[in-house]
C-alpha cells in the first residue's frame, strides 16, 4: 500500500488544489456555503482513499472526480434535496456582493441542478457528452436535451448576444 | 459569440468568484473519518481476504472490563415492536400509525423507533453539528406528546423498536466514554457501561452509536464495539469495522460497497457499475445475504434497511427541480428479502416511504399510508391528509448525519 501523505503534505495540496475545485463547486451549486461543503468533502475523501489516489500527484484528478460524484450524489439523496426545498439552509458565510455576482453565474443559479450541472461539466470542465453523461448517471440524450434546455434558459435571460443559437457544443 | 466563447466567458466569471481559505485541518480530520468508513466497504469488497480473516481472528479478542458501573436491576425486557408504531411527519404535525395526530414544537427533523412511542427530534437542520436547537419529544399512540428535556447535541444516538431506551455515549470519568441507556418513558437513566478507545474519526461529540436487542453498537477508531449493555461486557464486533457509524437494526448490519476506482479513476466510466452491499448478522459478523446492485457510479442504487434488519430497500436514482420537486427517473424500488435473496419491486415516491417498527415497508400517499408486507405486496392502509407546510419525514428512515 502506497505510504500516504504526511499531514503537511496533504495540507499543501488542499490549499494548492483548493481555488478550481471550490469554483467548480460554486458553479455546480450556486452557493457559498454548499460549495465549500462539497470541495471539503471531495478532499477528504481522496485523502480517505490514498490506496487507490497513491501519490500526491493523482490527487488533483482524483478529487476533481470525487467532487464530481459527489454532487451528483447529492442531487439524489432525500435528506439533501428536502434540506435545500425549506427555508432552513444554512446561512452563507460569504454574502453576495452585487458587484461580485457576475450575470452569467446568476443565470446558472436559475437553472434546475441538472441542467446547471451539464453546462459546468461541459463548458467548464470540457468534458464529452458521453463523460458527462457518465458522471450524471443518464443517457447522453439526457444531456444534449438538458444542454439545449439550458442554453434556451440562458439565452432568455442573458440575451442572443450572449448565448447565441447553435452553442450546443456538440 | 460561439461555444467556445461560453466556455472562455465561464472561466472569466468563475475567477472573479470569492474563494473562502482552505480548511485544510478540516480536511484532514474528515479525511481520517472517512478513511475509517471506507475500510468496511472495502472489507466487504475483497470478502474472505488475506486481511479479512486475520481482521475477524482478531475479533474474537475481548477488548474490556464487564462495568462495574452496569446496574442488572429494572432494566426493561423486550417486547414484540408495535405495527403502528410509525408516524409521518410534516413540519411540526405528526401523523401517527394510531390514527392519532399531534403537533410538536419545532419542524420534525429525524424519528426514533421505541417501545413506548416514537421519538422525535426537532431543530433547524436536519444535520445536529453546531445546532443547540434539537429538541427531543416522545409520542406515545394515544396521542400524547412528553417533551423529552433532553439536550444531546452533536450525537448520534440508537434505538431499538423493542425497546423504551434512547442509547447514546458521553465522556466518562474513569474511562474513555460512558454508554448510556435513557429510559424514555420516565427520563431517568436505565444504566451505563464504561467503555475505552480513542474517537478522532467522527465530527460527532461522542462515537456514534446503534441500539439492537442486548446490544449497543458503537465506533471507535480501532473498532466498532458490541457493548452488552445488560451485563456490561465490551467486545469487538466481529466483522465490522473500525471508525464507521453502526447502524444496526434487527440485529442485522448493512455494508456497502463503494464504486471501485483504481488510480483516481472510475475503471471505465461508460461501463455499468455492480456493486455488492452485504447484510451481515452483527451479533456473529456472519454473512447473512450479498446484494449484487447494478447502476453507474453516480447512480447505483442506494440501500437501506428495514427497521427490523430483514429487508433491504434499493432507493433509485432521482432529480430534482430548482424548486425541489423530485421524481425518479424509474419510480420502482427493488426490496430484497435479506432471508431469501427475493426481490419484489414497489412502486415509491419522492421521500414519501420508510418503514415500521415491524419491518413493514411504509408508502406515504397524500390521502393515506400504506403499510405492506415486503415479501407479499399486501399492503394495508391508513387516512392520513397530508395538507400542511414542510418536508415530510417519514419514519423508519435515517436522517442522521
Not at chain 1, 39 to 49: C, E
Request: hydrophobic letters at 35%; charged letters at 25%.
Amino acid at each position: 500500500m502506497p505510504a500516504p501523505p504526511t499531514d503537511d503534505e496533504y495540507a499543501a495540496f488542499v490549499h494548492a488544489a483548493w481555488p478550481r475545485l471550490y469554483r467548480t463547486a460554486y458553479l455546480l451549486l450556486g452557493d457559498h456555503g454548499l460549495a465549500e461543503d462539497l470541495v471539503q468533502t471531495a478532499l477528504a475523501k481522496t485523502y480517505a482513499s490514498w490506496r487507490n489516489v497513491r501519490s500526491l500527484d493523482a490527487a488533483g484528478g482524483y478529487a476533481r472526480t470525487v467532487l464530481l460524484n459527489t454532487a451528483t450524489s447529492w442531487f439524489r439523496r432525500p435528506s439533501w434535496r428536502r434540506e435545500l426545498a425549506s427555508d432552513a439552509l444554512p446561512g452563507s458565510s460569504y454574502d453576495a456582493d452585487p458587484s461580485d455576482r457576475p450575470a452569467l453565474l446568476d443565470a446558472l443559479r436559475e437553472l434546475a441542478p441538472r441542467q446547471r450541472a451539464v453546462i459546468v461539466l461541459r463548458f467548464y470542465e470540457d468534458l464529452s457528452v458521453a463523460d458527462t453523461a457518465t458522471t450524471l448517471g443518464c443517457s447522453t440524450g439526457t444531456v444534449k436535451s438538458q444542454t439545449s434546455d439550458a442554453l434556451a434558459r440562458l439565452r432568455a435571460l442573458l440575451g442572443d448576444s450572449v448565448i447565441p443559437m447553435g452553442a450546443t457544443h456538440d | 459569440m460561439t461555444d467556445h466563447d461560453l466556455s472562455d466567458l465561464l472561466h472569466a466569471d468563475a475567477d472573479r468568484v470569492a474563494v473562502p481559505p482552505a480548511p485544510a485541518a478540516a480536511v484532514l480530520a474528515e479525511g481520517r473519518r472517512l478513511r475509517r468508513r471506507s475500510h468496511v466497504t472495502r472489507a466487504a469488497a475483497v470478502g474472505a481476504g488475506v486481511a479479512g480473516m486475520a481482521a475477524v481472528t482478531a475479533l474474537a479478542l475481548v477488548l474490556a472490563h464487564p462495568s462495574p458501573t452496569a446496574k442488572a436491576p429494572e432494566l426493561a425486557v423486550a417486547v414484540t415492536p408495535d405495527p403502528a408504531g410509525w408516524a409521518v411527519a410534516q413540519g411540526s404535525t405528526v401523523h401517527l400509525g394510531s390514527g392519532k395526530v399531534v403537533d410538536v414544537p419545532g419542524t420534525v427533523k429525524a424519528m426514533y423507533y421505541t417501545s413506548a412511542g416514537v421519538m422525535v427530534r426537532t431543530g433547524r437542520t436536519a444535520y445536529t453539528e453546531g445546532d443547540s436547537t434539537s429538541n427531543y419529544f416522545v409520542l406515545s399512540g394515544d396521542g400524547k406528546v412528553r417533551d423529552f428535556s433532553l439536550s444531546l447535541g452533536d450525537k448520534k444516538p440508537g434505538t431499538d423498536p423493542s425497546l423504551p431506551y434512547l442509547a447514546y455515549s458521553v465522556k466518562g470519568d474513569d474511562s474513555d466514554w460512558e454508554l448510556v441507556l435513557r429510559d424514555v418513558r420516565t427520563g431517568e437513566v436505565a444504566t451505563r457501561v464504561r467503555y475505552d478507545g480513542a474517537f478522532t474519526w467522527g465530527g460527532w461529540n461522542a462515537p456514534p452509536t446503534a441500539l439492537s436487542g442486548d446490544f449497543a453498537y458503537v465506533g471507535v477508531d480501532d473498532a466498532t464495539l458490541r457493548i452488552n449493555w445488560r451485563t456490561g461486557t465490551v467486545e469487538k464486533a466481529k466483522g465490522l469495522s473500525p471508525s464507521r457509524m453502526p447502524t444496526v437494526m434487527g440485529g442485522n448490519e448493512l455494508v456497502e460497497e463503494q464504486p471501485p476506482v483504481t488510480n483516481g479513476k472510475v475503471q471505465d466510466e461508460d461501463a455499468k457499475v455492480t456493486v455488492t452491499d452485504r447484510v451481515l448478522d452483527a451479533e456473529s459478523g456472519r454473512l447473512l445475504r450479498s446484494i449484487e446492485v447494478t447502476g453507474t457510479v453516480a447512480s447505483t442504487p442506494w440501500p437501506q434497511l428495514s427497521a427490523d434488519g430483514r429487508h433491504v430497500l434499493l432507493t433509485p436514482w432521482r432529480m430534482c427541480t430548482e424548486g425541489g420537486d423530485c421524481t425518479y427517473e424509474t419510480p420502482y424500488a427493488d426490496v430484497v428479502s435479506v432471508t431469501t435473496g427475493d426481490r419484489r419491486p414497489f412502486r415509491i415516491g419522492d421521500g414519501t416511504f420508510g418503514w415500521s417498527p415491524d419491518g413493514r415497508l411504509l408508502l406515504v400517499h397524500d390521502t393515506k399510508v400504506d403499510s405492506c408486507d415486503a415479501d407479499t405486496g399486501e399492503c394495508v392502509s391508513t387516512p392520513v391528509t397530508l395538507d400542511g407546510t414542510g418536508p415530510l419525514r417519514v419514519s423508519g428512515n435515517d436522517n442522521e448525519s
